[in-house]
């Protein structure tokens, strides 16, 4: 069974970048797409991107100037950056898994969360 | 931009009785090749991150109650709880893959207790 677990900051000031990391368990980091997606308090998901193993990334257009997703296959970790944050990024951050057939780009694994605040 | 719109925002249903959630999409999410219609749904307890219920509209995802079904195709969507229990207290939401540029998500219902 897949197991995800979200590790970083849980505050950072305003203008800097967050950065975050999602440690995989229990799965081989190659077999998924791996995804950033989160939630402002008492809102809804937005979904942030994806990378593969390989490297390949797909990243929302809405945030694509300020984000990269990485991924450490040694570690089996990835990564989230986002740059020149502000109070609207301050959301609960969930990384994700989903393996890909046909297209199937919903979500089976999610870790439990972590909240980011950001600050003036 | 697939815009998603769920439907109401928010309801309360008496125990053992039936609750339902639209979900409507600006644009087809059925890929005709396939057949296939590129859309989820989840539940998200307080607290606890979103979890995966039904996909390709109307697939049950392994250890989700039979009471949970999913229907529709093309733009309009449903999910129904067909004998509301205390557990199913929690929001949920529809997420579309048909366009992963980018991936989006319906705003949310929120099912309650009446």
């Known amino acids: 069974q897949v197991q995800l677990q979200e590790s970083g900051p849980g505050l950072v000031k305003a203008s800097e970048t967050l950065s975050l990391t999602c440690t995989v368990s229990g799965g081989s980091i190659s077999s998924y797409y791996w995804s950033w997606i989160r939630q402002p308090p008492g809102k809804g998901l937005e979904w942030i991107g994806y990378?593969?193993?390989?490297?390949?990334?797909n990243y929302n257009p809405s945030l694509k100037s300020r984000v990269t997703i990485s991924v450490d296959t040694s570690k089996t970790q990835f990564s989230l950056k986002l740059s020149s944050v502000t109070a609207a990024d301050t959301a609960v951050y969930y990384c994700?898994?989903?393996?890909?057939?046909?297209?199937?780009?919903?979500?089976?694994?999610w870790g439990p969360g972590t909240l980011v605040t950001v600050s003036s | 931009d697939i815009v998603m719109t769920q439907s109401p925002d928010s309801l309360a249903v008496s125990l053992g009785e039936r609750a339902t959630i639209n979900c409507k999409s600006s644009?087809?999410?059925?890929?005709?090749?396939?057949?296939?219609?590129?859309l989820a749904w989840y539940q998200q307890k307080p607290g606890q991150p979103p979890k995966l219920l039904i996909y390709?509209?109307?697939t049950r995802q392994s250890g989700v109650p039979g009471r949970f079904s999913g229907s529709g195709s093309g733009t309009d969507f449903t999910l129904t709880i067909s004998s509301l229990q205390a557990e199913d207290v929690a929001v949920y939401y529809c997420q579309q893959y048909y366009s992963t540029l980018p991936l989006t998500f319906g705003g949310g219902t929120k099912v309650e207790i009446k």
């Open positions: 390709w509209a109307s």
């Open positions: 990378i593969y193993y390989s490297g390949t990334t």
């Open positions: 994700a898994g989903n393996i890909v057939v046909a297209g199937s780009y919903y979500f089976d694994y």
């Open positions: 644009q087809t999410v059925l890929y005709s090749p396939n057949n296939k219609n590129y």
